[in-house]
């Protein structure tokens, strides 16, 4: 009878320990992660170069992920077709460092059909300066096509430097 209490409370005792640690399974399986937001969420005016020439860019960028950008060159020019505004999504790869994608619709001309364009970014940002720096790749595809899914080919590269705008800023 001893030896059966005996096993009986080191049983309880053992399962006490382990119960709470297995019932809490994110506690252990939770991974450190790096988070951003607070250094990249704002407005940018950056300055673009690359096959397209120079152009300027306003670039907001929500503390949810999101993005949204204008540019000076969407009413179009000679080598690219005029396009609406710029939409897409982000996400942290590190402290200071993002990925995203933005979609937006190049709109049809006497001698172009209208297409979708998809920017893929790398940007890294120095939140001490309000600084952004990025390089781009973009693609356009087909209206029925599915830009998220389908892959075409580069259409073109470009760079960006930007500088975060601050509210009631003066010079």
């Not at 506690?27 to 990249?40: E, N």
């Not at 209208?114 to 693609?139: C, E, H, M, Y």
Request: glycine residues 8%.
């Amino acid at each position: 009878m001893k030896i059966r209490n005996a096993l009986t409370l080191l049983t309880i005792c053992v399962l006490s320990v382990t119960i709470p640690n297995m019932v809490n399974l994110h506690k252990v399986l939770a991974q450190p992660t790096t988070d951003c937001r607070k250094l990249v969420t704002g407005t940018y005016l950056t300055t673009n170069s690359g096959d397209f020439g120079s152009f300027r860019s306003v670039i907001t960028f929500t503390q949810d992920g999101n993005f949204f950008a204008t540019d000076s060159i969407q009413s179009g020019t000679s080598s690219i077709q005029p396009f609406g505004n710029i939409q897409g999504s982000w996400k942290c790869i590190s402290d200071r460092e993002i990925t995203a994608t933005s979609l937006n619709f190049d709109y049809p001309t006497a001698t172009l059909p209208g297409s979708i364009g998809r920017g893929d970014f790398r940007a890294t940002f120095d939140p001490k300066n309000g600084i952004v720096q990025a390089t781009s790749t973009l693609r356009f595809y087909n209206l029925n096509a599915n830009p998220l899914n389908d892959d075409a080919p580069v259409a073109g590269m470009f760079t960006f430097t930007g500088q975060r705008v601050k509210a009631g800023q003066e010079h």
